[in-house]
T-cell receptor, first 112, second 113 residues
Framework: DVKVTQSSRYLVKRTGEKVFLECVQDMDHENMFWYRQDPGLGLRLIYFSYDVKMKEKGDIPEGYSVSREKKERFSLILESASTNQTSMYLC???????????FGSGTRLTVV | QKEVEQNSGPLSVPEGAIASLNCTYSDRGSQSFFWYRQYSGKSPELIMSIYSNGDKEDGRFTAQLNKASQYVSLLIRDSQPSDSATYLCAVRNSGAGSYQLTFGKGTKLSVIP
């Protein structure tokens, strides 16, 4: 089975901290995505990447950046964490247009 | 802006009944459609995919697609309490950005023992 691993299940960070969320997939997928999920708002796309060193903004990129130095790893960076970035963060990958996403287990981030 | 609409629920059905979950989408060129199940506090899990008009069955689950009406549904037969979850409909974007899925906000299903 495809495995998408997110390094932390729960994180608590302070306002203003720089936060790194790591995601690794083990099936050589080219396409990777970062979403946040909030009650009543559903899944919102932050950033995505179709290839190494390539990144595209999603619907809500403000306050975030990403890094994809290796094909299997896609990192989400909160440059200066704020309380409104408290959320569940989900990483996903897919091998192509006829396939759905495989999600990681998620990171629940609380910014205090 | 591509949109996927679902009734948020909650949808309550008795154990053993058929649960019917519905989804409409705005992107007329979409060709791939997916249903995800998400338990509370967990990440979404892919349970069905459908690409052609008609029905696709997998165990107790049946996905139905009508591209002319831009409508996708998921039927769960013999519903079990373990089916209680939020079900997300996802639609593959057509054209530019075709690796992307647009998700509905989900329908919460509660199966009553």
């Amino acid at each position: 089975d495809v495995k998408v691993t997110q390094s932390s299940r729960y994180l608590v960070k302070r306002t203003g901290e720089k936060v790194f969320l790591e995601c690794v997939q083990d099936m050589d997928h080219e396409n990777m995505f970062w979403y946040r999920q909030d009650p009543g708002l559903g899944l919102r796309l932050i950033y995505f990447s179709y290839d190494v060193k390539m990144k595209e903004k999603g619907d809500i990129p403000e306050g975030y950046s990403v890094s994809r130095e290796k094909k299997e790893r896609f990192s989400l960076i909160l440059e200066s964490a704020s309380t409104n970035q408290t959320s569940m963060y989900l990483c996903a990958s897919t091998q192509g247009t006829d396939y759905g996403y495989t999600f990681g287990s998620g990171t629940r981030l609380t910014v205090v | 802006q591509k949109e996927v609409e679902q009734n948020s629920g909650p949808l309550s059905v008795p154990e053993g009944a058929i649960a019917s979950l519905n989804c409409t989408y705005s992107d007329r060129g979409s060709q791939s459609f997916f249903w995800y199940r998400q338990y509370s506090g967990k990440s979404p899990e892919l349970i069905m995919s459908i690409y052609s008009n008609g029905d696709k069955e997998d165990g107790r689950f049946t996905a139905q697609l009508n591209k002319a009406s831009q409508y996708v549904s998921l039927l769960i037969r013999d519903s079990q309490p373990s089916d209680s979850a939020t079900y997300l409909c996802a639609v593959r974007n057509s054209g530019a950005g075709s690796y992307q899925l647009t998700f509905g906000k989900g329908t919460k299903l509660s199966v009553i023992p």
